[in-house]
């Protein structure tokens, strides 16, 4: 499993998981990831970035996340609750919205699967596409849309768009 966090100023991290979760995912469904993890990634890495980026934790930061089940377990609620991060109420499938899914699917467009024939090749290689994707300026260009895509959403009464 691969995991990616972008920030409206910069790509924040990405880690490779697939050992410590046993399970794979690329560009597709997560086999095993329990909220334990998800939350210990988000402290090791999510968190100490945006303490970062906002200095000491602001009003105006805000962590967007979809409504898979591990992120909206009672374990990760009660630790935005208590670390003072505001989490907005997200559609749980809403690509449309989420600027994150348009990093991975321009990753998804270059991936060439006939230079992967091992675990550790697909690894390099995922790697290598979110170093010379995920830029400083396409996490601004994503992150200026995300207004325009709500209003497409709305506009649309909820249906798939463009973005």
């Not at 991290?13 to 560009?27: S, Y």
């Not at 000491?56 to 991060?85: K, M, P, W, Y």
């Not at 010379?132 to 497409?152: G, I, N």
């Amino acid at each position: 499993m691969f995991w990616g966090v972008i920030s409206r100023e910069d790509p924040v991290c990405f880690t490779n998981a697939t050992e410590e979760v046993k399970g794979l995912k690329v560009f597709g469904k997560i086999k095993t990831l329990k909220a334990q993890y998800y939350l210990e990634m988000l402290m090791h890495h999510s968190i100490p970035h945006l303490d970062r980026v906002n200095g000491e934790r602001n009003a105006d930061a805000i962590f967007q996340q979809d409504g898979a089940s591990i992120h909206t377990c009672g374990q990760l609620t009660a630790f935005f609750e208590r670390e003072g991060i505001v989490v907005p109420s997200w559609p749980s499938n809403s690509p449309d919205l989420s600027p994150i899914e348009n990093v991975w699917g321009i990753m998804k467009a270059e991936l060439s699967l006939g230079e992967i024939e091992t675990l550790e090749d697909l690894e390099d290689v995922v790697t290598r596409l979110w170093h010379e994707h995920c830029t400083p300026e396409l996490c601004e260009k994503l992150h200026a849309s995300v207004k325009a895509r709500l209003e497409k959403v709305i506009q649309d009464d909820g249906y798939r768009t463009s973005y």
